[in-house]
């Protein structure tokens, strides 16, 4: 199987499983990938997802010997192919060619990265609301050596985390990006030392799923309405985003600070009993 899938309480760790293939992704793990996702996001069970790949690489991007044996997903090939393309008449999203990049999903999504995180595996990584690098890992833009376009938002989400200017320029020179120099333009959000990737990837899943989880989805979610939108439009959407949360969950978060909960700066005992 080219994912599998691990629980510890309420965080599920996907595992990409193609080390012989540095995790390159064919079209039966793109499949399997999106099925994990969707899984997870309807799972009440689970908070929080690491996306980590065993054996040394989180992803080398798509797997060019597959697509050079099968072909490419296209118009003038699609009875052969799941089809890719989006709908003229506005329905529902297809997968993307790497699998989940195209949902949307209300729950996050922590990347934990070793190694390569190049082409394909660079977008699944972007794909993450944030991501984690230990030392030694690279991204890169590697497909531009084999003429290959960004096709699962690596044009849309990089620039969006790192500026124009510097998205264009790793995009076009496609050049090696260290962990450092991730760490230092923002790309990504925690550096660890070799190794600790998935370990430190899924302790913070652990602290995030510590919260009251209403509260904490519905601001993840405001945080990517707000694209694209003035800033009165965008406070509106927040407001409308936000308005019902308190009171499912923040008058009782209110109610038990107001009875003592948190004083002191302790806030091992902070979360809402779940239900």
Known sequence: MPVRVERSDRILTIIQSRPEARNAVDPDHAQALYEAFVAFDADAAADVAVFWGEGGAFCAGADLKSLAARGIATPENAATHTSLEFPKDGGATPRGPMGPTRLRLSKPVIAAIEGPAV???LELALWADCRVMAEGSYIGVYNRRWGVPLSDGGTVRLPRL??????????MTGR???AEECLRIGLCE????RGEARRAAEAMAQEIARFPQ???RADRRSVYLQYGLAERAALEREWSNCSGVFKAEGAAGAARFADGAG?????????QPRT
């Open 119 to 121: 082409a394909g595996g």
């Open 162 to 171: 790192v500026g124009e200017g510097r998205a264009l320029e790793l995009i």
């Open 176 to 178: 090696k990006v260290d």
């Open 190 to 193: 925690r550096l660890v030392p």
């Open 214 to 216: 209403a509260s904490l």
């Open 263 to 271: 004083r002191h700066g302790d806030f091992r005992n902070f979360a």
